[in-house]
């Protein structure tokens, strides 16, 4: 039997981006096994204990644990397999839907090819904070939004302050929020999204976050793990794949997602992806 503790479900706000859309924090019976699709909006979820095993069948099917302290970030339209069953305990974990997250320059933590990212934070920062908003949820309902919404900036700044591992997951640890100035990468992030379909230099990137060009490359690359510039790409050809799902033609993604030409947007194409544009069309369309 699940039980919530606190939640809400907010009456849908197309103007504002990001917006949460429902919080929760719930107990859950340890004796589930359940497929569960993202939807329409990105899930964030926290294990405040341990919550057994899971899968991405997009990325593998091996089940992976999920361990308190984890927080998965799962974007829109993500299937994944939960099973409790190994957990032997009630399992308690709290979560949130955000529409819009892709634009506040979130997208760098997800891997190249997979479908999900997985942040480590042993000092429970993130679910303390996915805890408040539930309760901002369940006491104030819908006239919490707005204090809702404040909480998840910070969130969001939160999660721009983890570390990349060498695994490829991500670590947050209170201390690093006194190391960093909160929110850099989100700006270029930002900054980069909205930009997407220009011509874009290191020097235009920097011009517009108002710092050196060697300050953006040096202070970005230590706080994310890639370069701007990889950064810019990955999420051009994240663009890409949402426009040939759509049945865009090759010059049109290409001017869309700022790439010189068609044949330069294959070739980066193919080589993020391991696919053609015409293959990924064909296995996913």
């Not at 429902?22 to 919550?51: F, K, M, N, P």
């Not at 929020?177 to 220009?198: C, I, M, P, S, T």
């Amino acid at each position: 039997m699940d039980t919530m503790f606190a939640g809400h479900t907010w009456n849908p706000r197309p103007s504002i981006v990001p917006a949460l859309t429902h919080a929760a924090q719930w107990e859950r019976d340890c004796h589930v096994s359940r497929e569960i699709i993202a939807g329409t909006a990105w899930a964030l979820d926290y294990a405040l204990s341990d919550a057994g095993t899971y899968c991405i069948p997009e990325e593998s099917d091996v089940f992976r644990k999920r361990s308190v302290g984890l927080c998965r970030i799962l974007p829109f339209g993500t299937k994944y397999k939960d099973d409790l069953r190994s957990a032997g305990q009630r399992v308690h974990t709290c979560y949130c839907g955000i529409v819009g997250l892709e634009h506040v320059g979130l997208q760098y933590m997800l891997p190249n090819q997979g479908k999900h990212t997985r942040v480590w934070d042993k000092d429970g920062l993130i679910g303390k904070t996915l805890s408040r908003i539930a309760w901002i949820g369940e006491e104030q309902g819908e006239n919490g939004f707005w204090n809702a919404q404040a909480v998840l900036s910070e969130l969001i700044a939160m999660l721009a302050k983890s570390q990349r591992q060498d695994n490829g997951d991500w670590w947050l640890r209170e201390s690093y929020l006194r190391q960093k100035d909160y929110g850099f990468v989100a700006q270029v992030r930002a900054f980069l999204e909205y930009n997407l379909e220009k011509s874009l230099s290191l020097e235009d990137i920097a011009e517009a976050c108002e710092v050196s060009v060697s300050s953006l490359s040096h202070r970005y690359r230590q706080e994310s793990g890639e370069t701007p510039i990889h950064a810019l790409t990955v999420m051009r050809i994240d663009k890409a794949k949402r426009l040939f799902l759509e049945d865009h033609s090759l010059a049109v993604v290409a001017e869309r997602c700022g790439f010189r030409s068609e044949s330069y947007l294959s070739r980066c194409f193919s080589k993020m992806t391991g696919l053609s544009p015409r293959t990924y069309k064909q296995l996913h369309g």
